[in-house]
């Protein structure tokens, strides 16, 4: 099986901790050269010195917010006129918080959209271009088992993370034809600080204490626990391998068993 990435840019979003950080990690230990993205440049450094080296890979970073479309535009294009191939996208960013759907006002939901799918539209339209010259490109997207079974809770972050859903789709349709596919992988509970908040909300909203809401969520996983970051991050590596030349289209549920759909 060709897993090997040598040669092959990989351009991470939002990967200095969690399932993002998890990502490029695999990938640089497939051979691939890493360009991080994310806001704080401290922890960018400290994330760059994580990464293997062993095939004489050159990783970068990028500074830039999300929460800024325009920073994130000057951003990338600054660096593309520096690393124009990139060969390997992956769209990683934090869910907004949660609360009740219809309690979520028009601006959370803007937000929310900018964030994820106008800021995965500008990535895709810079990249593109230079993984149809190469014959081969690879975009994943890290969204949630949301999009197979919407969870209670997470109003926005279900309506989001759906619309990316089928952004990705659309995406595999139209460049499939030129060795590009796009796919997803669908988290579900995961060791990050986004799991850490998801049980503080829940156990303020019911009065239980994080431990007890833990072990509730675990009992619903067929595998009896949460999944790690670096259990996503494979599949994450895998999909962006020469091996996966044929998978396109999917949403993969990396949740241990937990989505109930087929």
């Given at each position: 099986m060709n897993l090997d990435l040598t040669g092959k840019t990989a351009l991470v979003c939002g990967s200095t901790q969690g399932i993002g950080l998890a990502s490029a990690i695999e990938l640089a230990l497939l051979g691939a050269n890493v360009t991080l993205v994310a806001r704080n440049e401290e922890k960018l450094r400290e994330a760059v010195d994580t990464?293997?080296?062993?095939?004489?890979?050159?990783?970068?970073?990028?500074?830039?917010?999300?929460?800024?479309?325009e920073n994130v535009k000057e951003a990338i294009e600054n660096y593309l006129r520096l690393v124009p191939d990139v060969h390997i996208l992956v769209n990683n960013t934090g869910g907004p918080s949660g609360g009740p759907i219809i309690e979520a006002d028009t601006e959370q939901f803007l937000k929310t959209f900018q964030m994820h799918v106008v800021n995965n539209q500008f990535?895709?339209?810079?990249?593109?271009p230079s993984m149809k010259r190469a014959g081969y490109g690879r975009i994943v997207n890290i969204i949630s088992t949301s999009v197979k079974q919407p969870i209670v809770g997470l109003g926005v972050s279900n309506t989001i993370r759906g619309a990316v859903a089928s952004w990705s789709k659309t995406l595999s349709l139209e460049l499939g034809q030129f060795g590009i596919t796009?796919?997803?992988?669908?988290?579900?509970?995961?060791?990050?600080?986004?799991?850490?908040a998801v049980l503080e909300m829940r156990s303020k909203n019911s009065g239980k204490s994080k431990e007890e809401v833990a072990r509730e969520l675990q009992?619903?996983?067929p595998i009896r626990r949460f999944s790690e970051a670096k259990e996503v991050a494979a599949a994450?590596?895998?999909?962006?391998?020469?091996?996966?030349?044929?998978?396109?289209g999917i949403n993969l549920p990396v949740d241990g068993g937990r989505t109930e759909s087929m």
């Open positions: 990464l293997d080296t062993s095939a004489g890979q050159l990783h970068r970073y990028v500074v830039a917010d999300f929460a800024d479309h990535l895709a339209q810079a990249v593109v796009s796919n997803n992988v669908l988290p579900g509970y995961t060791v990050t600080s986004r799991l850490d009992s619903s996983i994450v590596a895998f999909l962006c391998s020469p091996a996966a030349a044929s998978i396109n």
